[in-house]
């Protein structure tokens, strides 16, 4: 599919973007669950990069501190990360720090902002660490409340 696609979407000048998910059984974790096994993710991406994709969405691993490698296997190609499961506020940040710390051109979230209390506040906070470099205290202060940008 993405090899008939990639020319449709280079004959009207849009980008493909690629989702290469590795999804665990369904009765090892009840349905729609990501694996993040490293191991699994980055031929995935690799393969998507080959297949022509021009950004990849991609999964975070369990281990955020191998995520520079799902970077390096895209070949410059825009990495944008996704949000995975609904996770506490300061870990979630922290997160998303160290991927964009690796390399990551950007975040996909989905729960970890709409589930959210404050839905506004943790989009700026996720802003300002995605487009500041803002640091996790600081993005904790503008989830607070604390900053208004």
């Known amino acids: 599919n993405v090899m008939k696609l990639k020319p449709e979407c280079e004959k009207y000048g849009m980008p493909l973007m690629v989702e290469p ?6 009765e090892k974790h009840g349905g729609y669950m990501v694996d993040g096994d490293i191991d699994k993710i980055v031929p995935l991406v690799r393969q998507a990069v080959e297949l022509g994709a021009d950004i990849i969405k991609a999964d975070p691993c369990d281990n955020i501190e191998e995520y520079h490698k799902v970077i390096e296997v ?18 979630i940040l922290q997160r998303t720090y160290d991927l964009m710390q690796q390399g990551a051109k950007g975040i996909v979230y ?3 902002v709409i589930q959210h209390a404050t ?15 803002a640091s996790v205290e600081e993005a904790m202060t503008i989830l607070n409340g604390e900053l208004v940008l």
């Open 110 to 112: 989905g729960r970890n």
């Open 119 to 133: 839905p506004d506040l943790m989009t700026q906070a996720f802003m300002a660490i995605v487009h500041d470099n």
């Open 21 to 26: 998910l590795v999804m665990l059984p369904n």
């Open 74 to 91: 895209a070949s410059g190609k825009p990495v944008l990360t996704r949000g995975g499961g609904k996770a506490p506020d300061r870990e």
